[in-house]
């Protein structure tokens, strides 16, 4: 098994949907990130060997064979989407570590990208000839229509669960806004699109304006808020995998997990745990992390259940600051975690739920600390 690492990454700002990226198609999202990224790695781009990208929205065909396209990229390079929902950008690093690792390619362009504003609208056929479509926002997430959870009330029972009050829920959604408006992400982890240079959504949450909202899911004691779940978003994040002696952040591990269906906001306890225990460390070990903060109690409850120091954890803003760009959410993650070890060394930990009860982890290190490892995974 090779050892693998990060070479360089960039994202697009997070921009909620509606916003500056209305009119950019999914595809450009992603293709004005290959040629800085290659360049910030010295890479030709005849050496990619496959570019691989998670998405949930776009409706079918490969977003990635066309951002490849789009970008310049030589047509040799083949070309793979999937879709795993919030896990799919951080699967498809996931995903492209692996090839690498099994020595079927020694470059892999890998991320996730999402736009909620140029999504197709989505509908069932007719059942009745002639009959109206029915459109649907949501697709299935389990076998069990009369059993399938809507997110934010599965939050919200979350909520409920691990005691976690809508009071608790706004301070660590205030908190995500702060870190984010004292740290704002720029150069060059942000590549400008569309003229947007920086995440544009986090402010200062006061409390006024938090208890004016109205609950949205769950009771008034622990229920969700708009302040509490993160906003749909369009973004793009992409990384550039290989070799890890030629990296500057070397990957040590990744793993995905399945637990229970109708508590999809717990996933990523049991996938940081297999990941922990597949590496020797302790999820106390990690000096940076990245948890998606979908729902403000889905954070709160994995970092309760993990034992994770909360001041570790989203230290510069989460997805409540920024907003929840589904496909690419992962890779946004990845990448911040890319630019906290190259810049302050030391050991990262992404991790993020999906619908249905699924969830990915990954730890990355500085290429400096120690000898470079050999990659871990598992399904």
């Given at each position: ?58 409706g079918g065909g490969n977003v990635a064979r066309v951002a490849a396209l789009a970008a310049g990229l030589p047509q040799e390079v083949p070309a793979l989407t999937l879709d795993t929902q919030c ?42 000839k002639d009959a109206a479509p029915d459109f649907y926002r949501q697709p299935a997430f389990t076998p069990w ?235």
């Open positions: 098994m090779s050892a693998v690492g990060l070479l360089a990454a960039r994202r697009t700002a997070v921009v909620p949907r509606g916003g500056a990226f209305r009119e950019v198609e999914a595809f450009a999202l992603v293709a004005a990130l290959v040629a800085p990224v290659l360049a910030a790695a010295g890479v030709a781009p005849e050496a990619v060997d496959e570019v691989i990208l998670g998405n949930a929205l776009s896990c799919s950008g951080l699967d498809a690093i996931r995903l492209g570590a692996a090839r690498i690792a099994a020595g079927e390619a020694r470059h892999v362009l890998a991320g996730g990208v999402e736009s909620f504003s140029r999504a197709p609208l989505r509908a069932h056929r007719p059942r009745v229509p009369a059993l399938e959870p809507d997110l934010a009330e599965a939050a919200a029972r979350l909520a409920g669960a691990d005691g976690l009050t809508r009071a608790m829920q706004e301070a660590f959604a205030a908190e995500s806004h702060r870190r984010a408006l004292a740290c704002p992400a720029g150069p060059p982890e942000l590549v400008p699109v569309a003229g947007v240079t920086a995440d544009p959504f986090a402010r200062a949450l006061v409390p006024g304006l938090l208890a004016r909202l109205p609950v949205l899911a769950g009771d008034g004691i622990h229920g969700i808020t708009a302040a509490t779940m993160a906003v749909e978003a369009d973004a793009a994040a992409l990384v550039l995998l290989g070799p890890a002696q030629d990296a500057p952040v070397r990957l040590l591990g990744a793993v995905a997990r399945g637990a229970d269906p109708l508590m999809p906001a717990l996933a990523p306890v049991p996938a940081v745990q297999a990941l922990c225990t597949r590496l020797a460390l302790a999820a106390q070990d990690f000096e940076h992390v990245e948890l998606m903060e979908a729902y403000a109690a889905q954070a709160l409850a994995g970092i309760g259940r993990l034992g994770l120091d909360p001041r570790r954890v989203n230290a510069q803003g989460g997805a409540l600051a920024r907003g929840h760009p589904i496909g690419a959410s992962g890779a946004v993650l990845a990448v911040r975690a890319f630019f906290r070890v190259q810049a302050g060394g030391g050991r990262a930990l992404v991790a993020i739920a999906g619908a249905g009860g699924i969830a990915s982890a990954l730890a990355l290190a500085h290429g400096g600390d120690g000898a470079p490892g050999t990659w871990q995974s598992c399904p």
